[in-house]
C-alpha cells in the first residue's frame, strides 16, 4: 500500500495486527480456505451452544390443600430452579408444601446436559468475527484492486480507441491520394486531349493557309497565262505600287473601297465598325460592373448588353430593378421591389450552395459541369439594376422556420449576397450584371475593405458622360473604359450607337420603345376603376357582385381573420402563405383588384385597401 506520509504508515501498522499481516500475505485460494475454516468453527460452535442445558435443575410440585400435586404454573410451565436456590429456599424456610416432582429425573433433579455451553457460544463468536474480520480485510484490498482495474480498463479503451482512430485516418489518406492521383491523371488526359486539339487546329490553319497561297498562286498563274517573264515582273511592280491586300499585310480589302479606311504599312491598324463593339462579348461570361455618372447611358447599355446575352444563348435573364415595369422589361424576368429583390437575394444564394453541393458530389469535372449546366438550360444571368440604393432600403427576409421574436436580419445581408455574386457565381452559370454609379467600395454594399477582390474579380466597364453646352445637362459621349478581372489598364472603347430605348428582348418578335405598349383586358378594366369609377362601386354598373377566384376568397379571409381595417400588400405580403407558398407584388394585387370589384374594399393608396364594414 503506497502511505502519503510516515504517520499515516505508523497509524495504519498500529491498527493492523499481526495475524491480518499474516493473512494479507496469504494468496487468494488460501484466504478462501482460512475463511471457510472460521466460518465452519464459528457454525459449529453455535449449534454446540444452542441445544442442551448448561447447569443441573431440580423440578417441584406444590401439594394444595386436596392433597394433589401442582407441578406448572398458569403457563404451563414446569416449576423448577437450581440446586444452589433450592438450598438457599431451605435455609431461609421452604414450605412444607413444596416437595419434589418425583416424575422428573431422580427424586426431581435433572443433571446438565451441556456443561461447557458458553464455550461453545464464545468459540462461534470468535469464529465469526475472525471470518468477518478476513472478508472485511479482503473487501478492502478488492477495493484498492478495483481502482487498478478500472484504469486499466480505460487504458485498453483508450488504446483501442487511438487505434481505431489510426486505422480510420490511414484509410482516408489512402482515399484523398487515390483522389489526387485520379485527379492528377484526369488532368493529365485533360491537359493531352487539349494540346492533340490545338495540334489539330494549327494542323488545319496550316492546310488553311497552304490552300490560300496555292489557290493565289494558281489565281496569279491564272491571271497572268500568256504573259512574257517582263509583262509578269511589270504587272508585279504595278500591283506593289497599288499597294493590294496580296501584298501587304496591314492594307485590308475593305481599304481598297472604303475610303475613310486607308492605311499604309507602318501606320497602327485601324479598328472597323464591326469590331469596335467586340467588348461587350466579354461582359456575357464574366461579373461585371457597369457605373457612371447620371446621363452617361448606364440604362442604354445595359439594356444592350442583356441583348447580346439573349442572342448568345442566355434564355434566363432575371433584371432586379426596385422601381421597374413589365412595359419596359418584355422578354426578361422583372422583379421588382426591394422586399422581392430581398427574398430573391436570399434564394440566389442557397441555390449556389446547392449548385456547388451537387458539383462536389458529381464527379464531373469544371467543364463538364458547365456544360451539364448549360445542356439542362440552367445558365442564367442576374442585373442589379439602382445597385447603388440596395444598400439603404434591403434588409434580409426573415426564413419561414424562424420565429418573430428571435428574428434579427444580418446588416451584411447585402454585401454577403454581393460577394456571392461576384466571385462564386462564374463555375455555377449564374453571371451578375451590377449597375451603380460609381466603383467605390462605399458605394457597392458599403463592403470595404474588398477593393482588391473587386479588381480580381469583375469586368468593369466606366461610362464617360458629357456636358451640353447648351443645356447644360449631362449626356452620354458614347465613349468608356474597359478593365479586365485581373489587369490595372483601363482601354478606351466606344459604346453603340443607339437611336432607341431598348424595351423588349424576346427573340421572336422584339418591340421597340416607339411602338406603343399592348394592355391586356385586366389592365383596362383596371385603369377605368382608378381613372373613372372612382366615385362608384363596381355593384353600381354589375347586375349581381363579382365572385372572388379561390386565391382572392383565401386572401380576404386572411384580412378579415387578423382583424384588418386598411391593407398594405407591402406590409402583410411576407405574412399571407398559402400552403407554405408566397406570393410577389403582383399577384396579390392582382386579388386585392378582385376584392374591390366585388365591393368588399376601396383602394385608399397605392398597394393600400380599406375593407368595408359588414
Known amino acids: 500500500m503506497n502511505y502519503l506520509t510516515d504517520k499515516h504508515k505508523q497509524l495504519s501498522e498500529s491498527q493492523q495486527s499481526g495475524l491480518m499481516k499474516w493473512f494479507g500475505q496469504l494468496p487468494m485460494d488460501k484466504k478462501a480456505v482460512a475463511i471457510g475454516l472460521s466460518l465452519t468453527v464459528g457454525i459449529s460452535s453455535a449449534a454446540m451452544a444452542w441445544k442442551g442445558e448448561s447447569s443441573d435443575r431440580i423440578y417441584f410440585c406444590v401439594r394444595t390443600p386436596q392433597k394433589k400435586l401442582v407441578c406448572q404454573d398458569q403457563n404451563n410451565r414446569p416449576f423448577r430452579m437450581t440446586p444452589f436456590y433450592w438450598s438457599q429456599w431451605q435455609l431461609e424456610g421452604m414450605p412444607r408444601q413444596i416437595v419434589r416432582n418425583p416424575a422428573m429425573g431422580v427424586n426431581g433433579l435433572v443433571k446438565a446436559t451441556n456443561q461447557y455451553k458458553p464455550f461453545w457460544a464464545f468459540g462461534g463468536f470468535l469464529g465469526f468475527a475472525l471470518a468477518g474480520w478476513m472478508l472485511r480485510h479482503c473487501q478492502d484490498e478488492e477495493k484498492q484492486r478495483a481502482v487498478f482495474e478500472d484504469i486499466a480498463q480505460k487504458r485498453d479503451a483508450a488504446k483501442a480507441e487511438m487505434a481505431a482512430r489510426s486505422e480510420l485516418l490511414d484509410s482516408y489518406r489512402d482515399v484523398a491520394i487515390a483522389e489526387v492521383q485520379l485527379q492528377a491523371d484526369l488532368d493529365l488526359v485533360a491537359n493531352d486531349r487539349t494540346v492533340d486539339i490545338q495540334k489539330a487546329e494549327i494542323y488545319a490553319h496550316t492546310e488553311i493557309e497552304v490552300t490560300q497561297m496555292e489557290a493565289t498562286d494558281a489565281i496569279f498563274e491564272a491571271q497572268t497565262a500568256g504573259m512574257t517573264e517582263q509583262q509578269k515582273a ?105 422586399r422581392e429583390i430581398a427574398d430573391f437575394m436570399q434564394w440566389y444564394m442557397a441555390e449556389m450552395r446547392r449548385r456547388y453541393k451537387a458539383y462536389r458530389e458529381s464527379g464531373m469535372v469544371e467543364e463538364q459541369w458547365t456544360q451539364h449546366l448549360r445542356d439542362t438550360n440552367q445558365h442564367f444571368s442576374v442585373v442589379a439594376e439602382e445597385f447603388t440604393t440596395w444598400t439603404d432600403n434591403i434588409t434580409e427576409p426573415m426564413p419561414d422556420d424562424c420565429e418573430d421574436e428571435k428574428w434579427k436580419p444580418d446588416p451584411d445581408f447585402v454585401g454577403k449576397w454581393f460577394r456571392c455574386a461576384m466571385t462564386e457565381s462564374r463555375k455555377q452559370l449564374m453571371i451578375p450584371l451590377f449597375v451603380a454609379h460609381d466603383r467605390t467600395m462605399e458605394i457597392l454594399a458599403k463592403a470595404k475593405g474588398l477593393s482588391k477582390l473587386r479588381d480580381a474579380a469583375l469586368l468593369e466597364v466606366e461610362l464617360i458622360a458629357t456636358i451640353d453646352p447648351i443645356t447644360t445637362e449631362a449626356k452620354a459621349s458614347g465613349m468608356g473604359k474597359i478593365k479586365l478581372p485581373g489587369h490595372g489598364q483601363w482601354i478606351d472603347i466606344e459604346l453603340p450607337k443607339l437611336d432607341r430605348k431598348r424595351i423588349d428582348f424576346q427573340l421572336d418578335k422584339p418591340v421597340t420603345s416607339n411602338e406603343p405598349p399592348t394592355i391586356d383586358k385586366a389592365t383596362l378594366e383596371r385603369i377605368y376603376e382608378l381613372e373613372f369609377n372612382l366615385g362608384n362601386k363596381a355593384g353600381d354598373t354589375q347586375d349581381e357582385p363579382n365572385k372572388l377566384s379561390p386565391m382572392a376568397q383565401k386572401l380576404y379571409e386572411y384580412l378579415t381573420r387578423t382583424e384588418r381595417i386598411e391593407a398594405d400588400v407591402r406590409e402583410f405580403k411576407g405574412n399571407f402563405k398559402v400552403n407554405g407558398e408566397r406570393f410577389s407584388v403582383e399577384q396579390i394585387k392582382g386579388w386585392m383588384y378582385e376584392i374591390v370589384g366585388a365591393s368588399l374594399a376601396d383602394w385608399i393608396g397605392e398597394g393600400v385597401i380599406k375593407l368595408n364594414q359588414i
Do not use: C
Open 234 to 338: 511589270d504587272y508585279i511592280k504595278q500591283l506593289r505600287e497599288m499597294k493590294t491586300p496580296y501584298l501587304q499585310g496591314s492594307q485590308t480589302l475593305q481599304g481598297t473601297i472604303d475610303p475613310n479606311d486607308k492605311v499604309t504599312g507602318s501606320e497602327p491598324g485601324a479598328i472597323a465598325d464591326g469590331d469596335k463593339y467586340r467588348w461587350i462579348k466579354n461582359t456575357i461570361g464574366y461579373p461585371t460592373l457597369i457605373f457612371g455618372g447620371m446621363g452617361a447611358g448606364k440604362s442604354w447599355t445595359t439594356r444592350e448588353i442583356i441583348w447580346h446575352k439573349r442572342q448568345a444563348g442566355w434564355n434566363q435573364i432575371f433584371v432586379l430593378d426596385p422601381h421597374g415595369t413589365e412595359v419596359e422589361w418584355r422578354g426578361v424576368n422583372l422583379i421588382t421591389g426591394y
